[in-house]
C-alpha cells in the first residue's frame, strides 16, 4: 500500500503543477500588467496551446504502443516509433507556426477586432510553445517507461523556470 500511495502521490503531484503550470501564468500577467491584458494574454496563448494539443494527441499514440515496446526490450521498435513520432511532431509544428504567422491576426479575431493587434504577441507565444511541443511527449515517455520519479523534477523545474521567466521579463519586456 505504501508504494503504491507514493507513485500515486508522484503523479498527484505532476498533476498538480501541470494544471498551475497552464493558468498560473495569466494570474501572473493580470497582477503584473492589468486585466485587459491579461485577457489578451489569455486568447492569444489559448490559440498558441494547439501546439499542447499535438502532444497531447501523440502522448495517447504513444501511450498504447510505447510501453509494450519498452518493456518487452523492442528497442529497435522502440526507437522507430520514437523517431516517427518525432518526425509527425516536426510537421505539425511547422504547420502550425505557418497558419500562426499568416492566419494569425483571423485566429485573433475570434476574439474581437481589437485583438488582431497582438499578433506578435501570439507569434511569441507560438514560437515557445511550439519549441516546448518539439520535445514531444517526452516527459510523458517517461512515464510510461517506469521513470515517473524523474518526472516530478521535470515538471516542477518547467515550472519554476516559467515563474521566473515571468517574474523577470514581464516588468522587463511588458506582455510581449
Given at each position: 500500500?505504501?508504494?503504491q500511495?507514493?507513485?500515486?502521490s ?8 501541470e494544471s498551475?503550470?497552464?493558468?498560473f501564468d495569466?494570474?501572473?500577467v493580470?497582477w503584473m500588467?492589468?486585466?485587459v491584458?491579461?485577457?489578451i494574454?489569455?486568447a ?5 496551446n494547439?501546439f499542447a494539443m499535438l ?10 504502443r ?9 528497442h529497435q521498435?522502440f ?7 518525432a518526425?509527425?511532431?516536426?510537421l505539425?509544428?511547422a504547420?502550425?507556426?505557418?497558419t500562426?504567422w499568416?492566419g494569425?491576426p483571423y485566429?485573433?479575431?475570434?476574439f474581437g477586432p481589437?485583438f488582431?493587434?497582438?499578433h506578435s504577441?501570439l507569434?511569441v507565444l507560438?514560437?515557445g ?6 520535445g ?8 510510461l ?14 515550472v519554476?523556470?516559467?515563474l521566473?521567466?515571468?517574474?523577470i521579463?514581464i ?6
Amino acid at each position: 500500500f505504501v508504494l503504491q500511495f507514493k507513485a500515486l502521490s508522484r503523479f498527484w503531484i505532476a498533476s498538480i503543477l501541470e494544471s498551475a503550470n497552464q493558468y498560473f501564468d495569466v494570474i501572473l500577467v493580470y497582477w503584473m500588467l492589468d486585466p485587459v491584458t491579461a485577457g489578451i494574454y489569455f486568447a492569444a496563448s489559448r490559440l498558441a496551446n494547439i501546439f499542447a494539443m499535438l502532444s497531447a494527441a501523440l502522448y495517447t499514440f504513444g501511450a498504447r504502443r510505447l510501453p509494450s515496446l519498452y518493456f518487452s526490450k523492442n528497442h529497435q521498435e522502440f526507437g522507430r516509433t520514437l523517431r516517427l513520432m518525432a518526425e509527425v511532431t516536426a510537421l505539425c509544428v511547422a504547420a502550425g507556426l505557418a497558419t500562426i504567422w499568416i492566419g494569425g491576426p483571423y485566429l485573433l479575431n475570434l476574439f474581437g477586432p481589437h485583438f488582431t493587434t497582438q499578433h506578435s504577441v501570439l507569434i511569441v507565444l507560438a514560437i515557445g510553445t511550439a519549441i516546448q511541443a518539439a520535445g514531444g511527449p517526452s516527459a510523458a515517455i517517461l512515464q510510461l517507461t517506469g521513470h515517473e520519479r524523474i518526472y516530478v523534477p521535470v515538471v516542477a523545474a518547467n515550472v519554476a523556470l516559467r515563474l521566473v521567466g515571468f517574474l523577470i521579463l514581464i516588468p522587463w519586456l511588458g506582455l510581449l
